[in-house]
């Protein structure tokens, strides 16, 4: 049903990746109907995967009628060619229009506006679309889903025998309440096919079975996003995130554009993208255990100049290994478009994530790397995107194509082969290679790899590790046929000559499907070790070294290479290029061997002659100084010089052999000592002097706060200086002198001091004073002296607090904040005040005990705070009984209670002058109302009994007279 290109040119290795117009021609010369997987651009060309390098083709008859009726081929979104299992190319569809693959026949766009009104007189743009799902419902017969502004919408067509589209069914939207984010599919060899929603925090996995979609399974609320990122409000995700299946079907991976924690530019937050795993179990749809993987922040890259930093995950695709994601980045403010390597991890594992391909572009124009998608012959095709175009050695070009070779290799060896050109058509004109050459397959992919093994005897072993769907198999070295095998057999190939070979496999179903792999193999014979001297004469005390030239032996798991030289002097070296120096004039005969267990290789040198030469040498007093201080050089060289010099790495130089020098600034310098002996021999000795800031008995730094944490425990803050490499502590109470208690060396600027504390009955003082890095000593700072609080309890009518003032903040105390508490946990504030003592007479009913402490805060400075001890105030356990109230209803002493302190129990019957009980409670705050079956009682003496047992365990008895008035 599809028509190919048959190329019968074929192209050298050096132009085996990339195109150009001459060699575009000849492969157009022939054509004839092939099977295999055709890669179409939105313009009807196409790349032909069956040949390896892939050939493309604009001159086809498809592009003619593409041109003759391109205004009714609108598409929007991605464009997408669909195949079948073989390779056969179905049709070419973006979910609404459909074509067949000789653009014949379309269905139309606007027949959507019957299924969502929404969009009635409204053109349906790129910026409404999501990715696509096909499905294979029956022979020629396909249903295909797409996102719609977040709706589901379902499409079904039938092919003919002669590739033709009969429309069976208009669009219509499955769902059409939800707006969902992102979608994918899974086609399983066996069992149910999957396709993969997502709804704000949600995923919604739905089985197609016998042609339609199940019910689906939904994975919970929030389960989107692991624990590690934040949560995602509802709406909150863009356009651009996808969902991506791994090949072994277990695990599925999405993109997720996420608020991080909060920065100062430009925005309020950064916002950026997160890559998370999850698992997927293919027999009850179910998504769980999200695992982190990568994340990159809009602030990632610095845009100092921009206005809109809105960095975007623009596309995703995995390694045919199942072990690598690459993921394509870019920013719409046109910077910085990137692809990383993020390399998957499992049950927790470590995972790395690393740039591979970075641009800046300094253009005034949108640039960014997508699509990014893996082809059938095992590697990974990108593109970056531009609209107006790139000028790249004074040729014009659109588009910047690149070829990940060796996706499955994670780090270093990774290779990437870039080109800035377009392609050419056989009529000189370009094609723009940016226009998504996407492709869905139905039913499984089969794959070609081959892995090669090179020794050092002139051979290398091809290892085929490709699928077992393939009925034969070529091998290639460039153009030439080496074999054709039936099964996965390893080949051997022996070349005339070594050299760097590229090898191309070749794969053939039953159906006629083609699929390639190729890679590039150094292939060497084995050599003898070789290596030369740096130098043939030499200076004493100088050093030379033993350069490798050539080495390449067979390794195998239990057989390493070792060296051994020896110099001549009764030293010997065992790695492969040493240094050596020599000390004493002469000649020396160096030889050495290397041997893999086996095999050895000896090698010699002719005789290396040593010059007589000054040993160098000098002695830096103290390498580490603190300001202000002097260096002190000393001379301690030996033998005969000419001429003494010593330079340093800031330009200062001196002939003198021993001197001094003063710093008053920080810095790190390399002294080199420059030696010149009578043969005219030259020799040097380095070292390095580190002088750092320091302390002198003016300088101090300032104790920020001394608080109370707990009856045992005083906190302490104050300002650490970059000169500090220490502390020490000193502490007084009561106002007695300062005695030392701590001495430190840890560079910090917070401790606790407990040795021992007693904050309840006593209040402490502190000092610090910061040690340099030589040992210099700082001033003390300021004093800090804690708060020490005390409270008594005057029958329970109030509380007298006061305390001692908080010193000494360099402007004072602002105002001291008195808060309560009825458990010692959770407090609450009620009074500030200036002075230091304060009465509380609004004592709460019903509780044992009142906590109080007290917060200084400072006037200005630092704006720093210090709490006090905390004091417990026992209530006395007590009853106040009133001895009237006025059930009148205004409001005021309409109900007879009684306020208690630390009473557990409580009982009161109320009697009239009768003795007639009128009243009964357990209830201290809710007594009497006055009233006896609703009926309200005259003005008149009651009497009431009362008993009440104390927190104590004491048993209390009233009995007294009541007076009710109205």
């Known amino acids: 049903m599809n028509k190919g290109s048959k190329g019968k040119g074929r192209f050298s290795m050096q132009l085996r990746y990339f195109m150009p117009c001459a060699m575009l021609l000849l492969s157009l010369l022939g054509k004839s109907q092939v099977i295999g997987y055709n890669y179409y651009y939105s313009d009807g060309s196409f790349y032909d995967f069956n040949y390896e390098p892939p050939i493309v083709d604009s001159s086809n008859a498809y592009r003619k009628e593409w041109r003759t009726n391109r205004h009714d081929f609108q598409f929007y979104g991605d464009y997408l060619s669909v195949y079948d299992s073989s390779g056969q190319v179905l049709f070419f569809s973006d979910g609404l229009n459909v074509i067949n693959s000789n653009y014949k026949k379309q269905l139309s766009v606007y027949r959507v506006n019957e299924a969502i009104p929404l969009f009635k007189g409204f053109p349906i743009s790129e910026d409404m679309m999501k990715s696509m799902a096909v499905f294979s419902v029956g022979t020629n017969r396909y249903k295909m889903y797409r996102l719609v502004q977040g709706w589901l919408v379902e499409t079904a067509i039938e092919l003919q025998d002669d590739g033709s589209i009969v429309d069976y069914q208009s669009p219509r939207l499955v769902f059409d309440t939800m707006q969902f984010g992102a979608i994918s599919y899974r086609l399983n060899q066996v069992g149910k096919d999957w396709l993969f929603l997502r709804y704000n925090n949600l995923f919604y996995s739905f089985p197609f079975e016998k042609g339609e979609l199940g019910e689906p399974i939904i994975s919970g609320d929030g389960m989107i996003v692991p624990d590690s990122l934040p949560k995602i409000k509802p709406g909150s995700f863009k356009r651009y995130e996808g969902i991506l299946t791994s090949r072994d079907g277990k695990s599925i991976i999405t993109c997720i554009y996420t608020p991080f924690e909060k920065y100062t530019y430009p925005k309020e937050k950064s916002y950026g993208w997160a890559v998370v795993q999850y698992r997927f179990n293919n027999i009850t749809g179910a998504i769980s255990q999200p695992q982190y993987l990568f994340k990159i922040r809009n602030d990632t890259f610095p845009y100092p100049n921009d206005t809109y930093n809105d960095l975007r995950m623009w596309d995703m695709t995995i390694s045919p290994n199942d072990s690598i994601i690459y993921v394509s980045t870019g920013s719409m403010s046109r910077k910085f478009p990137s692809i990383w390597q993020v390399q998957r991890s499992f049950d927790g594992d470590s995972v790395q994530a690393r740039p591979i391909y970075l641009i800046h572009s300094k253009q005034n124009f949108e640039l960014w790397p997508w699509p990014i998608f893996q082809a059938p012959n095992g590697k990974i095709y990108f593109a970056h995107r531009a609209k107006e175009p790139i000028r790249y050695n004074n040729n014009i070009a659109y588009n910047r194509l690149g070829i990940i070779e060796n996706p499955d290799v994670f780090g270093d060896s990774l290779k990437i082969s870039l080109n800035y050109r377009r392609m050419c058509t056989p009529n000189g004109a370009y094609i723009d290679v940016a226009q998504s050459p996407k492709t869905m397959h139905i039913g499984y992919l089969p794959r070609v790899k081959f892995k090669a093994k090179s020794n050092c005897r002139g051979s290398a072993v091809l290892f085929n590790l490709s699928d077992k769907e393939f009925i034969s198999y070529e091998w290639y070295a460039g153009d030439k046929l080496l074999r054709t095998d039936k099964y996965l057999k390893p080949y051997k190939f022996d070349p005339v000559k070594p050299g760097r070979y590229y090898f191309r496999l070749k794969g053939t179903t039953d159906k006629g499907l083609v699929v390639w792999f190729s890679d590039t193999v150094i292939i060497q014979k084995k050599l003898n070790f070789s290596a030369h001297l740096s130098d043939s004469v030499n200076c004493a005390w100088n050093e030379f070294s033993i350069i490798t030239d050539t080495l390449c032996f067979e390794s195998t798991k239990n057989r390493h290479l070792e060296f051994n030289w020896n110099f001549g002097d009764g030293k010997h070296s065992k790695i492969q290029s040493p240094v050596h120096q020599y000390r004493k004039a002469g000649s020396y005969f160096i030889s050495g061997y290397v041997t893999n267990g086996y095999d050895s290789v000896f090698i010699s040198f002719d005789t290396i002659r040593i010059r007589e030469a000054p040993k160098p040498g000098f002695i830096v007093e103290d390498s580490v100084v603190c300001l202000p201080d002097s260096v002190k050089i000393t001379d301690s060289s030996k033998g005969d010089v000419l001429y003494h010099r010593f330079v340093w790495s800031d330009s200062f130089a001196t002939e003198k052999k021993h001197f001094s020098r003063y710093f008053d600034s920080a810095q790190e310098l390399k002294i080199t000592q420059i030696l010149t002996g009578p043969t005219g021999c030259t020799t040097?000795?380095?070292?390095?002097?580190?002088?750092?800031?320091?302390?002198?008995?003016?300088?101090?730094?300032?104790?920020?706060?001394?608080?109370?944490?707990?009856?045992?425990?005083?906190?302490?803050?104050?300002?650490?200086?970059?000169?500090?490499?220490?502390?020490?502590?000193?502490?007084?109470?009561?106002?007695?002198?300062?005695?030392?208690?701590?001495?430190?060396?840890?560079?910090?600027?917070?401790?606790?001091?407990?040795?021992?504390?007693?904050?309840?009955?006593?209040?402490?003082?502190?000092?610090?004073?910061?040690?340099?890095?030589?040992?210099?000593?700082?001033?003390?700072?300021?004093?800090?002296?804690?708060?020490?609080?005390?409270?008594?309890?005057?029958?329970?009518?109030?509380?007298?607090?006061?305390?001692?003032?908080?010193?000494?903040?360099?402007?004072?105390?602002?105002?001291?904040?008195?808060?309560?508490?009825?458990?010692?946990?959770?407090?609450?504030?009620?009074?500030?005040?200036?002075?230091?003592?304060?009465?509380?007479?609004?004592?709460?009913?019903?509780?044992?005990?009142?906590?109080?402490?007290?917060?200084?805060?400072?006037?200005?400075?630092?704006?720093?705070?210090?709490?006090?001890?905390?004091?417990?105030v026992a209530l006395k356990s007590t009853l106040f009984i009133p001895n009237a109230f006025t059930p009148n209803g205004d409001g005021v002493n309409d109900i007879f209670s009684v306020g208690t302190w630390g009473i557990t129990n409580f009982d009161c019957h109320i009697y009239s002058r009768w003795g007639q009980q009128v009243a009964h409670s357990t209830d201290a705050s809710n007594i009497w109302d006055g009233t006896f079956n609703e009926e309200p009682f005259a003005m008149d003496n009651y009497r009431y009994v009362i008993d009440a047992t104390t927190t104590e365990g004491k048993q209390l008895h009233f009995d007294g007279t009541l007076v009710l008035i109205r």
Not at 832 to 845: E, R, V
Request: aromatic share 12%.
């Open 684 to 872: 040097r000795d380095s070292a390095y002097v580190r002088i750092r800031p320091g302390f002198t008995k003016n300088d101090s730094t300032a104790l920020l706060y001394a608080t109370v944490i707990d009856s045992e425990r005083v906190q302490l803050k104050w300002l650490n200086r970059s000169e500090g490499a220490g502390y020490i502590l000193s502490r007084s109470y009561n106002d007695s002198l300062f005695s030392q208690v701590n001495l430190s060396n840890p560079v910090q600027d917070t401790l606790v001091d407990t040795v021992p504390v007693s904050t309840n009955q006593i209040r402490y003082s502190y000092r610090i004073a910061l040690i340099d890095s030589c040992g210099n000593i700082s001033a003390a700072s300021n004093p800090a002296t804690t708060i020490l609080l005390q409270a008594k309890n005057y029958n329970n009518e109030y509380v007298v607090l006061s305390w001692t003032a908080y010193e000494k903040w360099e402007s004072g105390v602002k105002e001291y904040l008195i808060e309560s508490s009825v458990d010692g946990k959770n407090w609450s504030f009620f009074q500030s005040a200036i002075q230091l003592a304060f009465t509380d007479k609004n004592l709460p009913y019903n509780n044992e005990a009142l906590y109080y402490r007290i917060k200084a805060v400072e006037q200005n400075g630092y704006g720093q705070q210090s709490y006090s001890n905390v004091v417990k």
